[in-house]
């Protein structure tokens, strides 16, 4: 069966089982899922806010997916955002330069640090063999744990405690033609470096040697080690990418979508890029378009939580069950198998 | 010194408490052949129905003994349940262990908010009263020892303690142990003894989810009081903690230690000189990175149970 059949008769099963959820607890799932819908595309301004929200997790998605690719499983791209946030959200506060030289500046301060923080799980891995989705946690944690401590230690905000000091417009992705041109939305350049990331990816992964190579070591580690490939190198330099594609993410969130970064939190766009990137089938198109299908649902939920009186949360229980769907996929494989050989039987008898 | 150390104990010990439990149970699961990296959304279920039926049972029970525990018993059969799901997943359908293991990990922890925020408004649920420390008569007054360990103690720590004893017989001494060993081992092995290996990976895995919601709810109604969406990212320790305890009860037992321990003394460092002048964000990666050395120390000679994470298929040899 086709994957992209699969994605969506796991998204349809995700909304069936969130209809099933919202009757349960006595609100009217069709009102809700229009306000959902409505909440994210009813005007250009909301349409802006849905692809702001999908901007990370596009990223997040295909970072888990660029591993995945290698048969790595990078459940730390939420650590790797943080860390990739972090860097450059730490250029911009401390340098004064012109906006052309600083916003670059920022984007491969934020690469830079995510892929450091992947690479270490991927050596880890190379060297000795420990396995990634472990490891990955651990960075997790140190990652929290860091930047909780640093962030108030030199970059206090002026009032709040939890968050770094706001980052100064000339230093943030937002760009005034852009938010004018989506009537106020927090739109930014995130979004486009996103966009230019999927096709980077896609080219690196299906035309180049590099991607044929790390593909091959994903597929069979030991039959691309004999054909020559250096396994060891490419598992740790698609844990850099991968790392450097999640730290871009944490750039879009915390100097576009929002102008500082908060402590005591794990950006739950990390986590969500496993979903991303499963839904998307871990191709580049897809987990873009995963990704912007998770940001409608994301970005519509303020509106129909208050318009109806559903829960926010019904959005990220959707997505989990989607997820599981997705997961499960072969027991509509297996079911649609059956239903075919009874036909073919039945046919069989008629004749 | 010494002050400080009696007076952390009992601290580390009700922190270690719901890890070693959760450890516990993906033990089971683990050596069966299931890897259950479901393991913080499966204490998230427990947390949160041990919360919510604890609160329902307190308005109109308030101050019965029993009606904590049926809250324990509630949570360790909810997050059972839901196991369930994972087990399907990754026994049945042969689906990627991780990746189920994740989608219960993002299930738990939005269908619980979703459901309690349906029931309070604001998502969180408290408790009224949880379980009352008290010192073990006779024992506490032995000198060194009933100070550290038989003071300010909580009748979970008993209840688990005890768990981890017969689990630890029943893994080893028992026939069921071996064969719930062997099909983590070499299933097809198993199988040919006559050994139904679906079966015994589906009770691995339905007693780690039970033990997980045991853990959860033993957050709840020890130290935290509240049911709030999250369990801190314990369940991922917990999973971290099998690993470095090397597959083994008494492993395990000293890793879960060494991790409650050491998140006590960075969350009490403030407040004690000796410990202050050390920045606290070292105490507070301190236990991740020396997991990961610890990782890279075993990388050579692990003990991970041989056919972990892998599918179970009858037919290939």
Not at chain 1, 72 to 76: D, Q, V
Not at chain 1, 184 to 189: D, H, K, R, V, W
């Given at each position: 069966m086709n994957n992209s059949v699969k994605s969506l008769l796991a998204v349809l099963f995700g909304l069936l089982a969130g209809a099933v959820l919202m009757m349960l607890t006595g609100h009217n799932p069709i009102e809700g899922y229009q306000y959902l819908v409505q909440g994210g595309l009813k005007n250009p301004e909301r349409i802006g806010n849905t692809l702001a929200t999908a901007t990370p997790l596009i990223l997040t998605g295909l970072s888990v997916a660029f591993a995945f690719r290698t048969g790595?499983?990078?459940?730390?791209a939420a650590g790797q955002m943080l860390v990739g946030g972090f860097c450059a959200t730490a250029v911009g506060l401390s340098l004064d330069l012109p906006r052309g030289m600083l916003l670059p500046l920022m984007v491969l301060a934020g690469f830079i640090g995510g892929a450091l923080w992947a690479v270490v799980p991927g050596f880890l891995k190379a060297?000795?063999?420990?396995h990634e989705v472990v490891s990955t946690i651990m960075m997790n944690w140190i990652a929290y744990w860091t930047v909780y401590y640093v962030i108030p230690a030199y970059f206090k905000g002026d009032s709040v405690e939890t968050e770094s000091r706001q980052l100064p417009a000339n230093a943030m992705l937002r760009e005034s033609w852009l938010s004018d041109m989506f009537q106020?939305?927090?739109?930014?350049?995130g979004f486009f470096i996103a966009v230019l990331t999927v096709i980077i990816v896609a080219f690196l992964i299906n035309k180049t040697t590099l991607g044929y190579e790390l593909k091959a070591v994903g597929f069979n580690r030991h039959a691309s080690e004999y054909a020559g490939i250096g396994v060891n190198r490419s598992i740790v330099l698609s844990m850099f990418i991968a790392g450097g594609i999640a730290g871009l993410a944490g750039v879009a969130q915390y100097t576009?979508?929002?102008s500082s970064i908060q402590i005591g939190i794990l950006p739950s766009q990390g986590f969500d890029g496993i979903a991303v990137a499963l839904l998307g089938a871990n191709a580049p198109l897809g987990v873009l378009a995963s990704a912007l299908f998770f940001g409608l649902l994301y970005s519509g939920r303020g509106f129909m939580n208050a318009m109806t009186?559903?829960?926010?949360e019904i959005a990220d229980t959707i997505i989990a069950i989607i997820i599981y769907f997705a997961a499960t996929s072969i027991l509509i494989e297996r079911l649609i198998r059956k239903l075919r050989l009874r036909r073919s039987a039945n046919k069989k008898q008629e004749d | 010194m010494w002050t400080t150390i009696e007076q952390i104990f009992p601290y580390a010990i009700v922190f270690t408490i719901p890890l070693l439990i959760t450890a516990l149970g993906a033990l089971f699961s683990e050596r069966s052949g299931v890897v259950n990296i479901g393991l913080d959304g499966l204490m998230i279920v427990g947390s949160f129905i041990g919360a919510f039926v604890v609160s329902k049972l307190q308005e109109q029970?308030?101050?019965?003994?029993w009606v904590l525990w049926v809250g324990l018993l509630a949570a360790a059969a909810a997050s059972a349940l839901f196991s369930l799901l994972h087990a399907f997943a990754s026994i049945?359908?042969?689906?990627?262990q991780i990746i189920s293991g994740t989608a219960i990990n993002m299930i738990a922890g939005a269908l619980t908010i979703f459901l309690a925020r349906n029931i309070t408004g604001s998502g969180n649920i408290r408790v009224t009263s949880g379980f009352k420390s008290f010192d073990f008569p006779?024992?506490?007054?032995?000198p060194v020892i009933g100070d550290l360990?038989?003071?300010?103690?909580?009748?979970t720590t008993l209840f688990i303690i005890a768990l981890l004893l017969i689990s630890t017989f029943m893994l080893y001494k028992t026939p069921f142990g071996l064969r719930l060993r062997s099909c983590g081992e070499h299933p097809h092995a198993a199988e040919a003894a006559g050994i139904r290996v679906r079966r015994v990976r589906y009770v691995g895995v339905l007693i780690s989810g039970a033990f997980s919601g045991l853990g959860g709810a033993a957050i709840l109604l020890t130290?935290?009081?509240?049911?709030?969406?999250?369990?801190?990212?314990l369940g991922f320790l917990a999973l971290a903690s099998l690993i470095f305890g090397q597959w083994k009860p008494l492993g395990i037992l000293a890793a879960t230690f060494f991790f409650g321990f050491a998140s006590t003394i960075a969350n009490v460092s403030q407040v004690i000189p000796s410990l202050a002048?050390?920045?606290p964000v070292l105490l507070k990666i301190f236990p991740y990175v020396v997991t990961l050395i610890a990782l890279v120390i075993f990388s050579k000679s692990s003990h991970a149970?041989?056919?972990?994470g892998e599918p179970f298929d009858s037919g290939k040899r």
């Open positions: 790595l499983f990078n459940i730390g060297r000795y063999n420990v106020g939305s927090y739109i930014n350049l576009g979508n929002a009186d559903i829960p926010p | 029970y308030l101050g019965s003994w049945n359908l042969n689906a990627n006779v024992l506490s007054k032995i360990f038989f003071t300010r103690m909580y009748p130290y935290s009081g509240e049911f709030n969406g999250n369990v801190a990212g002048v050390i920045p149970p041989r056919a972990v």
